[in-house]
């Protein structure tokens, strides 16, 4: 019995972590989505900078809500990190090159995120068949 709950125990200790990711995560995109969503002054100014338009600020948005509900559907998970790591790389790559604003938070999130990616990276070959 001793050697089963051994065996069983770093995988119980990775899925507690990635769950525990998933919902911080999960939780950081709603709230991002929301600014953007609900046409927050300071989000509606950025993505003016940006220039772009607010379309993108919807896009953005919708994806991180779409992308932040797929966190934490374990089937597609991974995919969801992905696509919230591009999200991510390009708030970044807005606010050093465009809002020459604070680019901190997208490196620890990116990290986090690309960690997600790390603990699911099993599951995401499985699916891919490789």
Request: hydrophobic content about 60%.
């Given at each position: 019995?001793?050697?089963?709950?051994?065996?069983?125990?770093?995988?119980?200790?990775?899925?507690r972590?990635?769950?525990?990711?998933?919902?911080?995560?999960?939780g950081?995109?709603?709230?991002?989505?929301?600014?953007?969503?609900?046409?927050?002054?300071m989000?509606?100014?950025?993505?003016?900078?940006?220039?772009?338009?607010?379309?993108?600020?919807?896009f953005?948005?919708?994806?991180?809500?779409?992308?932040a509900?797929?966190?934490?559907?374990?089937?597609?998970?991974?995919?969801?990190?992905?696509v919230?790591l591009?999200?991510?790389?390009?708030?970044?790559?807005?606010?050093?090159?465009?809002?020459?604003?604070?680019?901190?938070?997208?490196?620890?999130i990116?990290?986090?995120?690309?960690?997600?990616?790390?603990?699911q990276?099993?599951?995401?070959?499985?699916?891919?068949?490789?």
């Open positions: 019995m001793s050697t089963l709950a051994t065996t069983h125990a770093p995988f119980e200790k990775n899925n972590l990635t769950w525990v990711l998933r919902v911080l995560m999960a950081l995109f709603l709230f991002a989505a929301f600014g953007k969503l609900s046409g927050l002054p989000m509606v100014q950025e993505f003016d900078t940006i220039g772009l338009g607010q379309w993108f600020r919807y953005t948005g919708a994806v991180e809500v779409v992308g509900l797929a966190l934490l559907v374990p089937a597609v998970s991974g995919y969801a990190a992905l919230l591009l999200v991510d790389v390009g708030a970044f790559v807005a606010q050093v090159a465009v809002l020459h604003v604070d680019w901190i938070h997208p490196i620890v990116g990290a986090i995120l690309v960690a997600l990616i790390y603990l990276r099993e599951a995401i070959q499985a699916r891919l068949g490789l």
